[in-house]
């Protein structure tokens, strides 16, 4: 599995743009790379994912770099909602998800 | 349809006990999964249903924990025999395809306390 690295905490004001870093050095070149988010007292949450190209959704953006060893996710406006420990997850050819400690974003007004 | 529903959203059960959880994945979802949760760690599976299939189990899962599925709609995870290190959240996912492609839908989950 390949392994993922997050800061372990972020901070943002509202409305501002957030950006998510994730390093996935060791990716392989089918892995699709996932992202999740988990609310408090709920359960995770699918945002994106993607394979090579930067990918948008009503959530969220995906820019993964030419390399693919990195990608971030873009929230382009962050909201109180937002607030939420965020899982970088690489996926192949498995239906496991390992998830890691994640980056717990922080929201303020 | 409503997403993935788990029942009871909380449980609290004395050392011993038996507890059984429930799991109503969406409906035209033929993939189930449960998994585990503690607190300040993310989840970790624990097993994995293909219609009324297991097709894997973590070694998380010892002989005290017990998932069925039949039919192929909902599932439930039995665990006998309670210990306080069961206390944790237990969350079922379900999905239509593999999961590169499609992803999971996570319920809220069951909130365990051994006590």
């Known amino acids: 599995d390949a392994k993922t690295t997050q800061p372990n905490s972020m901070e943002s004001n509202e409305e501002e743009p957030v950006h998510l870093p994730c390093n996935h050095s060791?990716?392989?070149?089918?892995?699709?790379i996932h992202w999740y988010r988990q609310l408090p007292s709920q359960g995770p949450e699918y945002v994106i994912h993607?394979?090579?190209s930067n990918v948008n959704n009503r959530m969220a953006s995906l820019a993964i770099a030419e390399d693919r060893k990195s990608s971030t996710l873009i929230l382009h406006r962050a909201t109180l909602r937002d607030a939420a420990v965020y899982y970088c997850?690489?996926?192949?050819?498995?239906?496991?998800?390992?998830f890691g400690t994640g980056t717990r974003l922080q929201v303020f007004p | 349809d409503t997403g993935v529903s788990q029942d009871p959203r909380h449980k609290i059960t004395k050392r011993g006990q038996n507890v059984t959880f429930r799991c109503d994945p969406i409906?035209?979802?033929?993939?189930l999964y449960w998994y585990r949760q503690t607190l300040g760690q993310g989840p970790e599976f624990l097993t994995y249903?293909?219609?009324?299939?297991?097709?894997?189990k973590s070694r998380l899962l010892s002989d005290r924990f017990s998932a069925e599925r039949p039919k192929g709609s909902f599932s439930t995870l039995e665990i006998q025999r309670t210990e306080q290190g069961d206390s944790a959240m237990y969350l079922c996912?379900?999905?239509?395809?593999?999961?590169?492609?499609?992803?999971?839908?996570f319920g809220s989950g069951t909130r365990l306390t051994v006590v």
């Open positions: 996912a379900s999905s239509s395809g593999q999961l590169a492609y499609y992803g999971y839908t």
């Open positions: 060791t990716i392989s070149g089918t892995d699709y």
């Open positions: 993607g394979l090579t």
């Open positions: 997850i690489p996926i192949y050819n498995t239906d496991k998800l390992i």
């Open positions: 409906s035209e979802h033929n993939r």
């Open positions: 249903f293909q219609n009324e299939a297991q097709l894997e």
